[in-house]
Nanobody
Framework: QVQLVESGGGLVQAGASLRLSCAAS????????MGWFRQAPGKGREFVAL????????YYADSVKGRFTISRDNAKNTVFLQMNSLNPEDTAVYYC???????????????????????WGQGTQVTVSS
């Protein structure tokens, strides 16, 4: 089993930055992909960004491209989401997720779908005031 623990959320003003972290208890059961999703009040969960542990390849939702940056620290089993130029529409609970070792390999773009991920963190709240 894998535990994913997010941290770094908070309340900020529009235009500010935040850096989220997602620490994995182990990468033994993770195949390769780590993703960030978010869920705003009254809405479904949506994809934000993903990264490959092995290749460092990344993929972003159009809504965050150019403002958010995903990165990883393999030695610490930790993935980061640097969020700049935040706006109120970014307010949501942010979740990190990991795919499962033994699962099929899909195109990077396919990992925008929740069903590609087997492990999820508990979420961290990000609130952006106007």
């Amino acid at each position: 089993q894998v535990q994913l623990v997010e941290s770094g959320g908070g309340l900020v003003q529009a235009g500010a930055s935040l850096r989220l972290s997602c620490a994995a208890s182990s990468r033994t059961f993770i195949r390769d992909i780590m993703g960030w999703f978010r869920q705003a009040p009254g809405k479904g969960r949506e994809f934000v960004a993903l990264i490959s542990w092995s290749t460092d390849s990344t993929y972003y939702a159009d809504s965050v491209k150019g403002r958010f940056t995903i990165s990883r620290d393999n030695a610490k089993n930790t993935v980061f989401l640097q969020m700049n130029s935040l706006n109120p529409e970014d307010t949501a609970v942010y979740y990190c997720a990991a795919d499962q070792r033994g699962s099929s390999r899909y195109t990077l773009a396919s990992y925008t779908a929740e069903e590609r991920y087997a492990y999820w963190g508990q979420g961290t709240q990000v609130t952006v005031s106007s």
